[in-house]
């Protein structure tokens, strides 16, 4: 994204974050994708993914651009249940409807049976405090890292 990009976009929290504007706390990012740690989490790691331009939806990301979206997204569903001790993952997108950012993101969650996250009802569980915000993003960061195809 430009800077003239996010100009035009001043009321989309997720440009300012792209744009360096407002604080996130990244636990990957390439030339075209940022994931973040979501600010009000279903549980610690739930993560967002979203493209570095400001499309609305899913349906609005040019076809070119799907691939290597959806390999950082399966990426961090990948890492994810071993960095955090979970079992699986939810992965999740909304199109408009509940859509609290207007801006595609796409949910990475971790789960566990048990959990208390039935169909959509979706009980947040913030972080205890800054410093396990920090320690999940560090735990997924360096999952990611390793992850890392070769070169």
Not at 111 to 121: A, P
């Amino acid at each position: 994204m430009t800077p003239s990009d996010a100009a035009r976009r001043p009321c989309c929290a997720f440009c300012a974050i792209v744009a360096g504007n407002a604080e996130a706390h990244i636990v990957c990012e390439d030339e075209r994708t940022l994931a973040f740690l979501d600010h009000r989490p279903l549980f610690p790691g739930h993560t967002l993914v979203i493209p570095r331009e400001h499309v609305e939806t899913l349906a609005d990301l040019p076809a070119a651009d799907l691939g290597a979206f959806f390999e950082v997204v399966q990426r961090i569903a990948r890492v994810m249940p071993d960095a955090l001790g979970a079992e699986g993952t939810f992965v999740a997108n909304n199109n408009r409807v509940s859509q609290s950012v207007a801006h595609l993101h796409l949910h990475v969650v971790p789960r566990s049976r048990g959990d208390g996250l039935r169909g959509f009802f979706w009980p947040r569980h913030p972080y205890e405090s800054p410093e396990q915000m920090r320690d999940v993003q560090s735990r997924l960061r360096e999952a990611i890292e390793r992850d890392k195809p070769p070169a």
